[in-house]
């Protein structure tokens, strides 16, 4: 069984990361998919966020990074996936993820969204909360992964004192 | 009894057409009313919005298309208007509008605020869920009235290209 | 246009007494339907139900108080009712108003269910709040209609008092 | 990868059935496991719960029906499951549902739990509904599998005529 | 500043724990009250649930543990309460205590609710999910105060096997 | 105890103030902390937001308005709060204040955050709808503090007509 996990991952989080690891364990494959969104603007250029992921799921065999810009639903019948990973941390994300689900079902019936939930104490970890703590120069060791923290650091101050 | 049914119509979808349809077998005359917000960045002007309206209410006797640029509680008391219609779709839908019908009746106490709600298989139909689709090259026939389904495909496909 | 407005009314409140008259000013005529539901333990039987809720709508000349036990759908048509009147005051009633009005329409689809919402002020007053405080020795008197206070003081203060 | 699929099934409905169908094409074997609960009063005994069951997914190879008392984290253990299965209809579904799975989670943390939604023309369907429907005498056939439909009308008249 | 922090404690958990922490912190001195509830079956007597509640607030100098069978609003009174404490867990939870606060602040102006979250490990913690997993034999340890777990388990499985 | 009430306050609504006089009941000192936020274009700036602020809590003897541009958790230790003031509206603050709360305590887990209700009939009032109805020229009086009405009226007229 083929997953596809897709998300901006601008950057990824601890949060993520735990998502990530429980999909492996369930399906064969994972792919987690990079949305290259040309209507949103990212902090992090979709191959800054490839190669921040790569790093973090080094060593987990089963799991493949890949970006794309077309619709996802697209994305899983070119990819052959049976399955679509989402992670759920609260009730908005419930909400929103309900809808994209029905329409992604509309678009590709022989698709699934399977939902999972990381652990609570990574409930109310965003990449937006991230960024809003690095932009002031908060400690962020705890919210995302170890290996990757002083480059997104080192990222985000850039990013601010350069605007 | 006379009720407004005011959205920002970006465009018409299937989901609106269900409540403008419900809302007109209840009321006597039905005036959809589409918001010029200079604030919100809109990718349709209100021109093409009422246009597309009118198409898809065409035979529908006792419905209206107008734009207003004006406060809602104000333009109901200018039409004579004793009711605003509003659809609720989601939980999220449900506490804006809550707040928004508290706020309007503040504004203008001889008016209601009256919810319907759309067919489930309408509830994770949205405007920008459409033009996110399109944007994609995505499949909305299902999501938009078929009168008007081409007419959007081209008008957004349009709108992406030439960014 | 005839509406139904169905509930325990178990008793009635000043939050139903605020939906009753704006639904009266919305539609020409409207039907308070008492729901006699043999799995509920009722604090009021549905004959003094019925009776409160005569006395505070005295006078408004097109509202009328029935008692049902039946399936809404069915006793919507025979009635001969276009619209069912339900009141909102929180998210949770949403969900559940929002399953069961979705219900009521696949099985008669000739009736449309409208929402409305109560003023802020009636927000958090519900039956059961109101039989807490009152079982407590509690006042009531801001939380039902006047004319009905004392008889509910007595009829609840003695409910508790025979457990 | 083996699934399980706990819930009290009291009785059954097509939202069921649709959760069951979508997770049997997800994971190479589904157990759906009825919950029999001493602390709760159902309108059908486990066994006629496991009996239903089986009816509605006669011919589906890779699910099984049984039925547990005890706590769902050791069942899993029991059986070897690394997967269980709930089905998403709304929030009030999702905070409960999350709430099990943390407690799930530190109960057994090698079986992960995955949530499923079922299509939006089932999202209002519930087994409680179902039973107030047809304790009123009012038409099931859209909500339960067509052909335990019967049963479950006579089983449920049964039941309110002898109250 | 006197703050109360009423609920069931039916019986205490380590969320509760929690909270009564965080607000001893905050208030000079902190009256946990028991509520005796004649309509609620409770699992503990209230003699019970107080003596567990002294146990594991044993050395806290500024919390006492009491029990009432009184309205909130008159037990805050009676004390000189200007505060009352509650823990908020998850969406529900908001919801119902924000209409017990908008109320009590109609029976008893001078008393201010305030709100304070347990930790994201505890969120998932209630009375009713310790008695459910104790009931069927598992393990509580994580989810009570250690002082006190031996007495619930042995309490909790004489009361499922006596039934 | 010290507490520290934090905002865009974009501007103060009769909302705000309701908190900040509930707040200032409770503890010592309250700082209203107007966050200076380089990234959210503000429709006043941080010294007109100040002075609004200072005006409408003029005779509030332990309450002082400050502005900041750091992280929370930061300007709290500095200051040497003990304790963050949050007002909840809706369902929707609440869960990205519960986030917020649970990433404040992360970042310095000597400070607790309390949140506050405003009244029920302020739950509708938020400063972008102070904005959008001041926009298209509707009365805010019943929004905004009487003292700075005319100012905000004055401003947002302004500001719309300049753009």
Same mark, same amino acid.
């Given at each position: 069984?083929?997953?596809?996990?897709?998300?901006?991952?601008?950057?990824?989080?601890?949060?993520?990361?735990?998502?990530?690891?429980?999909?492996?364990?369930?399906?064969?494959?994972?792919?987690?998919?990079?949305?290259?969104?040309?209507?949103?603007?990212?902090?992090?250029?979709?191959?800054? *966020?490839?190669?921040?992921?790569? *790093?973090?799921?080094?060593?987990?065999?089963?799991?493949?990074?890949?970006?794309?810009?077309?619709?996802?639903?697209?994305?899983?019948?070119?990819?052959?996936?049976?399955?679509?990973?989402?992670?759920?941390?609260?009730?908005?994300?419930?909400?929103?993820?309900?809808?994209?689900?029905?329409?992604? *079902?509309?678009?590709?019936?022989?698709?699934?969204?399977?939902?999972?939930?990381?652990?609570?104490?990574?409930?109310?970890?965003? =990449? =937006?909360?991230?960024?809003?703590?690095?932009?002031?120069?908060?400690?962020?060791?705890?919210?995302?992964?170890?290996?990757? =923290?002083?480059?997104?650091?080192?990222?985000?101050?850039?990013?601010?004192? =350069?605007?």
């Amino acid at each position: 069984m083929l997953a596809i996990y897709p998300g901006s991952f601008d950057p990824v989080t601890v949060g993520h990361l735990d998502i990530i690891i429980r999909a492996a364990k369930i399906f064969d494959r994972v792919i987690v998919a990079v949305l290259q969104n040309p209507s949103k603007i990212a902090s992090f250029t979709s191959e800054e *966020r490839v190669m921040l992921l790569r *790093r973090v799921t080094a060593g987990m065999e089963n799991v493949e990074i890949e970006s794309f810009h077309s619709l996802l639903a697209d994305f899983a019948i070119e990819k052959g996936a049976q399955v679509i990973v989402k992670g759920l941390r609260a009730m908005s994300d419930f909400e929103y993820e309900f809808q994209m689900a029905l329409a992604n *079902r509309h678009l590709n019936p022989d698709v699934e969204t399977v939902f999972l939930t990381s652990g609570a104490e990574n409930m109310f970890i965003s =990449s =937006s909360m991230v960024k809003q703590i690095a932009g002031f120069g908060g400690n962020i060791d705890a919210f995302v992964p170890m290996c990757i =923290s002083e480059d997104i650091k080192i990222r985000l101050n850039r990013g601010v004192s =350069s605007k």
